[in-house]
């Protein structure tokens, strides 16, 4: 019997767990074992239930268009649990001067594709929508080296695109700053589309007329999650796997190469695996790896994290009819607030909340402002009402408030990311037996973790001998 240990009972770790599971039920002689720091599993996926309210403590929902995650819900046997965002009332606003402007229709991630909703929208200066029309014919440009999103958006639609689209919309996802995310890393679709055909608006445009069924298919929508929550995934999962395998509150402290495997440390005990599974954020598998390769280690420690801070509140059916329509907005920096974002939960996910309740879920912290992880709970709470107050006049005493601080949990993708990965996967083929999963790597959210955590497994696997299921690659 072959033993691959698995470090982190995130998403990833858990994805790569539920791999190994299948393999095993499928006659594959492998056993596994999950060591968790925390005493729970699954990492930043939370679901509290409050005041009749499902309230989600890290993410809320996952992209459809990324197939990997709703693929293991069903797996799990919870198709019939999957639900999509109500795309109905999908509005998003921008904080502008102080006032909030609806995005316009038609623009995907900052790139029009409909001329009148952006012409008339007051969302961008005349300046902008004049280095729209001029981004029509912007040429083919092949670029040698990585660059900011920042820099990409600038040279398209100018600098108000970078400040009311570009930034809040890449520190909603990863509580980045777009001046200093790696365009190859966080848009690569973007960066191929400016080699092949110079103009974003065009290349769009021109893929969605390649899509012959785009017209007939009954729209998807933008947001997949679960009846009840995240939290459901996880249980789910965890259901399946061998209950003996979970180790909690059991922080690893090292992991070192020996013959014919791997010897892993947590606590005072030691224990000898074929291979190894590190599913912790990249800064935390530094630590692990650090005698085994200081090179390695000095990689993944390079990639930066950032801490975000989710405010949960519920109110009455007054505010709720107070409220605008729409999913929430986004605060650009500019606008010096510490608020980055709210999402008004009971339009997104309506069953989220009862009919007579409002649920906002409120977004502080990210690269501008770590510090904010040090402030009471009383005072981000105050801070966020204050701030909620002044964008949409809510002053409201909410039915209950719950603060969720998660530190150093989003990675940053830096310009120079994809080269790095390069050089870590180089170093990891170095130490056989040693696989990687994470949101560190190859995509922050929920599918791509899944996706990580399932190619992990299949490395392992190939690395004692089992022959390894293709590798699932992002389309
Ligand atoms: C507030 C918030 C909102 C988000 N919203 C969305 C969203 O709406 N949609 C989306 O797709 N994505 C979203 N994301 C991103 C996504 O949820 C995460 O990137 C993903 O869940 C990370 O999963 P993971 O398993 O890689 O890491 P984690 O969930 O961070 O899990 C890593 C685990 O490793 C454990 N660990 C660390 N060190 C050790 C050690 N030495 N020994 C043992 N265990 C260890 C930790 O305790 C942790 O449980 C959000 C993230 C946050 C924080």
């Known amino acids: 019997?072959?033993?691959?240990?698995?470090?982190?009972?995130?998403?990833?770790?858990?994805?790569?767990?539920?791999?190994?599971?299948?393999?095993?039920?499928?006659?594959?002689?492998?056993?596994?074992?999950?060591?968790?720091?925390?005493?729970?599993?699954?990492?930043?996926?939370?679901?509290?239930?409050?005041?009749?309210?499902?309230?989600?403590?890290?993410?809320?929902?996952?992209?459809?268009?990324?197939?990997?995650?709703?693929?293991?819900?069903?797996?799990?046997?919870?198709?019939?649990?999957?639900?999509?965002?109500?795309?109905?009332?999908?509005?998003?606003?921008?904080?502008?001067?102080?006032?909030?402007?609806?995005?316009?229709?038609?623009?995907?991630?900052?790139?029009?594709?409909?001329?009148?909703?952006?012409?008339?929208?007051?969302?961008?200066s005349f300046s902008t929508k004049l280095h729209m029309a001029r981004e029509w014919f912007h040429p083919p440009r092949k670029a040698d080296a990585d660059e900011t999103v920042a820099s990409m958006v600038e040279r398209h639609y100018g600098s108000e695109m970078v400040d009311r689209l570009a930034d809040p919309l890449l520190s909603g996802v990863y509580g980045g700053e777009a001046s200093q995310l790696s365009v190859r890393a966080v848009l690569p679709r973007f960066a191929e589309m400016e080699a092949k055909h110079g103009s974003l608006g065009r290349a769009l445009l021109a893929a969605r007329r390649k899509m012959p069924s785009a017209a007939n298919a009954p729209a998807r929508p933008l947001f997949t999650s679960l009846k009840d929550g995240m939290q459901q995934l996880v249980d789910a999962v965890v259901a399946r796997l061998s209950a003996a395998a979970l180790r909690t509150s059991t922080p690893v402290q090292s992991i070192q190469p020996q013959t014919g495997g791997w010897l892993v440390s947590a606590g005072y005990a030691s224990d000898?695996?074929?291979?190894?599974?590190?599913?912790?954020?990249?800064?935390?598998?530094?630590?692990?790896?650090?005698?085994?390769?200081?090179?390695?280690?000095?990689?993944?420690?390079?990639?930066?994290?950032?801490?975000s801070i989710t405010v949960n509140l519920g109110y009455d059916q007054q505010v709720r009819s107070s409220l605008p329509p729409g999913f929430g907005f986004l605060v650009p920096h500019s606008e010096g607030k510490q608020m980055l974002a709210a999402t008004f939960v009971h339009n997104k996910f309506p069953h989220r909340a009862p009919e007579d309740r409002a649920l906002l879920r409120c977004f502080v912290g990210g690269a501008r402002n770590e510090q904010a992880l040090q402030a009471p709970d009383e005072e981000i709470l105050r801070v966020v009402r204050e701030e909620l107050r002044q964008i949409i006049g809510l002053t409201a005493e909410p039915r209950f408030a719950r603060v969720y601080k998660w530190r150093g949990a989003m990675a940053q993708y830096g310009v120079g990311h994809l080269d790095r990965l390069e050089r870590i996967e180089r170093l990891r083929q170095q130490l056989p037996g040693l696989a990687l999963a994470g949101n560190g790597y190859r995509g922050i959210g929920v599918p791509d973790c899944v996706r990580s955590g399932a190619n992990a497994a299949g490395e392992a696997l190939s690395a004692i001998g089992f022959a390894q299921s293709p590798q699932i690659v992002a389309s």
């Open 1 to 124: 019997m072959k033993r691959i240990a698995i470090i982190g009972s995130g998403i990833s770790g858990l994805s790569a767990a539920f791999t190994l599971e299948e393999k095993r039920r499928a006659g594959v002689p492998v056993e596994y074992v999950v060591f968790e720091s925390s005493p729970r599993l699954g990492g930043v996926l939370v679901t509290d239930h409050v005041d009749g309210c499902l309230i989600e403590a890290g993410p809320d929902s996952f992209l459809t268009e990324k197939p990997w995650a709703a693929d293991l819900c069903r797996q799990v046997g919870l198709a019939d649990q999957l639900i999509g965002s109500n795309d109905a009332d999908r509005k998003t606003y921008i904080l502008v001067k102080g006032k909030l402007v609806a995005i316009p229709d038609g623009l995907m991630f900052m790139v029009p594709t409909k001329i009148l909703p952006t012409v008339f929208s007051s969302l961008f």
């Open 272 to 307: 000898h695996f074929d291979a190894v599974i590190v599913a912790t954020p990249a800064q935390a598998a530094a630590a692990l790896l650090q005698s085994a390769s200081a090179n390695l280690a000095s990689e993944l420690g390079a990639i930066q994290y950032t801490s």
